[in-house]
C-alpha cells in the first residue's frame, strides 16, 4: 500500500533524477517519487524555499548528500509539512572554522576550475575518483552514468552548488528537533561523508534508524540501488518512534 503523501528525492551536488533513477522503480509498491531540480539556485535555504513553494502540503522527504542537507533546511523551514525524513551519505556541520575550512574551499575551487577550464566532463572524472566504492572505479557503466549526470550541468550551476555548501548552515539544531520517522544511513566506504559522521548525526537524533549501506561509497543510490531501497522501504514502513 502506497503513502498517501508522495515521497520527495533530492539530489545532491551536480545531480539530478539519475541519482535516484536506479532505486525509484524499486520503491514504487511503496511511494509515489518525484525528484526535485535546486535550479540555479545558490544557498541551501534556497533551494529549501524552491522545493517548498512546488511541494504538496505534506510529503515525505528523501535527501542524498548535499541533497540531505536541503532536506534538514526543508524541516527547520516547515516541519508540519515532512512526514518523515531520510539522511543518505550526508553531513550537518557548518563549513570548518581556520585551515581546514580553507582546504575545503580549495579543493572545491579547484574542481571548479578544472570544470571551467577543461569542461564538466573532466571535472567529473576527476571527481568521481573518491566518490564510489575503490572497487567500482573499474566498472565502466557506473562511472560513466555518474560523469554523464554531472555533465549534463553547467559551470555556473556547480558554481552556484557549491557556494551553497560553503555557506551550508549548522544543521545540529534541526536534527534534535526531528520529530518523524527519520533515516540516516551511507555506504560503508564512503569516504566524502564516513560513517563517524553519520554516528554523530545520530547521537543528535537518537530515535533516528541508522542503517549501513554495504560494498557502496558516497554514491550508494547509484552503486547498490537495491540495498538503498531496502533501507527505504523499511524507513517507509515504520511507525513514528519519537
Given at each position: 500500500?502506497?503513502?498517501?503523501?508522495?515521497?520527495?528525492?533530492?539530489?545532491?551536488?551536480?545531480?539530478?533524477?539519475?541519482?535516484?533513477?536506479?532505486?525509484?522503480?524499486?520503491?514504487?509498491?511503496?511511494?509515489?517519487?518525484?525528484?526535485?531540480?535546486?535550479?540555479?539556485?545558490?544557498?541551501?535555504?534556497q533551494m529549501a524555499e524552491q522545493l517548498l513553494h512546488h511541494a504538496p502540503a505534506r510529503f515525505a522527504l528523501a535527501g542524498h548528500s548535499m541533497g540531505a542537507r536541503v532536506a534538514l533546511e526543508v524541516f527547520r523551514q516547515a516541519p508540519e509539512r515532512v512526514t518523515r525524513i531520510a539522511l543518505l551519505d550526508t553531513g550537518y556541520l557548518p563549513?570548518?572554522?581556520?585551515?581546514?575550512?580553507?582546504?575545503?574551499?580549495?579543493?572545491?575551487?579547484?574542481?571548479?576550475?578544472?570544470?571551467?577550464?577543461?569542461?564538466?566532463?573532466?571535472?567529473?572524472?576527476?571527481?568521481?575518483?573518491?566518490?564510489?566504492?575503490?572497487?567500482?572505479?573499474?566498472?565502466?557503466?557506473?562511472?560513466?552514468?555518474?560523469?554523464?549526470?554531472?555533465?549534463?550541468?553547467?559551470?555556473?550551476?556547480?558554481?552556484?552548488?557549491?557556494?551553497?555548501?560553503?555557506?551550508?548552515?549548522?544543521?545540529?539544531?534541526?536534527?534534535?528537533?526531528?520529530?518523524?520517522?527519520?533515516?540516516?544511513?551511507?555506504?560503508?566506504?564512503?569516504?566524502?561523508?564516513?560513517?563517524?559522521?553519520?554516528?554523530?548525526?545520530?547521537?543528535?537524533?537518537?530515535?533516528?534508524?541508522?542503517?549501513?549501506?554495504?560494498?557502496?561509497?558516497?554514491?550508494?543510490?547509484?552503486?547498490?540501488?537495491?540495498?538503498?531501497?531496502?533501507?527505504?522501504?523499511?524507513?517507509?514502513?515504520?511507525?513514528?518512534?519519537?
Amino acid at each position: 500500500m502506497k503513502h498517501p503523501e508522495p515521497l520527495l528525492l533530492v539530489p545532491g551536488l551536480m545531480c539530478n533524477e539519475a541519482v535516484w533513477a536506479p532505486v525509484m522503480p524499486l520503491l514504487a509498491r511503496a511511494a509515489t517519487c518525484q525528484v526535485v531540480d535546486h535550479g540555479a539556485a545558490n544557498s541551501l535555504p534556497q533551494m529549501a524555499e524552491q522545493l517548498l513553494h512546488h511541494a504538496p502540503a505534506r510529503f515525505a522527504l528523501a535527501g542524498h548528500s548535499m541533497g540531505a542537507r536541503v532536506a534538514l533546511e526543508v524541516f527547520r523551514q516547515a516541519p508540519e509539512r515532512v512526514t518523515r525524513i531520510a539522511l543518505l551519505d550526508t553531513g550537518y556541520l557548518p563549513l570548518a572554522a581556520g585551515e581546514a575550512g580553507e582546504q575545503e574551499k580549495n579543493k572545491r575551487y579547484q574542481l571548479l576550475h578544472v570544470a571551467r577550464t577543461q569542461g564538466v566532463r573532466s571535472m567529473a572524472r576527476v571527481w568521481v575518483q573518491g566518490m564510489v566504492h575503490p572497487q567500482r572505479l573499474s566498472d565502466m557503466d557506473l562511472i560513466e552514468s555518474i560523469v554523464h549526470m554531472f555533465e549534463r550541468k553547467t559551470p555556473e550551476i556547480f558554481e552556484a552548488q557549491i557556494q551553497a555548501l560553503l555557506d551550508r548552515p549548522d544543521a545540529r539544531s534541526v536534527l534534535q528537533s526531528l520529530n518523524v520517522p527519520t533515516l540516516i544511513a551511507c555506504g560503508d566506504q564512503d569516504l566524502w561523508s564516513p560513517i563517524s559522521q553519520h554516528q554523530a548525526m545520530q547521537a543528535l537524533a537518537p530515535s533516528a534508524v541508522f542503517e549501513i549501506v554495504t560494498d557502496a561509497g558516497h554514491m550508494a543510490p547509484m552503486e547498490q540501488p537495491q540495498a538503498v531501497a531496502d533501507v527505504l522501504l523499511r524507513w517507509l514502513g515504520s511507525q513514528a518512534n519519537v
